[in-house]
């Protein structure tokens, strides 16, 4: 996968602590791609969000870059396999 193909992109709600939780993805993920614009959830009062706790870092979304071409390598990796095996069976 070429560098700097990764977007990563945070999603929180306004309640939340925003900062936290991009710290906490940065470390996660570290120097692997960009990130993109957090994005900040509206607080609706009628729900109830029984998971949101001190450890809460909201939800974070990969997207890659020209990852047809590598989900088709993939495939096709696989797909080799699959047939060697096949061929390698005893009858």
Known sequence: MPRGSLRFHVAIHETADVADAEAFWHGVVGHQGTF????????????????????YHGCLTVRVLQSRMLYQRTAGAWQGVVRGARLRRPV
Not at 36 to 55: A, E, F, G, L, V
């Open 36 to 55: 993109m614009k957090t994005t900040i959830k509206r607080h609706n009062p009628r729900t109830n969000r029984q998971w949101m706790s001190d450890d």
